[in-house]
């Protein structure tokens, strides 16, 4: 089995930083795109940023240049840095791996538990 689990969340003033970290672990052969996703109460989830396997990153445009994706040489783990927060930042932010199984062919997606981002004003 696959475990995704997220850390560094929390209550930040608006203005601050925050890190978030992603570490996938369990049975895997590979490991493709890594990405951060967001849902704000009564909103649709949005991507936030991504980054594959290559390094390459794609970034929504609300957090270009504030946000920054980056990846572990191991390529497991998926950290987003998030600097000059602001309230409408406020979301659950969810990881999302696509993953090869040693056992098993093909890519499916793997997504954490969530980790609450609060910025008050």
């Known amino acids: 089995q696959v475990q995704v689990v997220e850390s560094g969340g929390g209550l930040v003033q608006a203005g601050g930083s925050l890190r978030l970290s992603c570490a996938a672990s369990?049975?895997?052969?590979?490991?493709?795109?890594m990405g951060w996703y967001r849902q704000a109460p009564g909103k649709q989830r949005e991507l936030v940023a991504s980054i594959t396997s290559s390094g390459r990153t794609k970034y929504a445009d609300s957090v270009k240049g504030r946000f920054t994706i980056s990846r572990d040489n191991a390529k497991t783990t998926v950290y987003l840095q998030m600097n000059s927060l602001n309230v409408e930042d406020t979301a659950v932010y969810y990881c999302n791996a696509e993953i090869k199984l040693r056992y098993k062919g093909g890519w499916e997606d793997y997504w954490g538990q969530g980790t609450q981002v609060t910025v008050s004003s």
């Open positions: 369990g049975s895997i052969f590979s490991i493709n795109d």
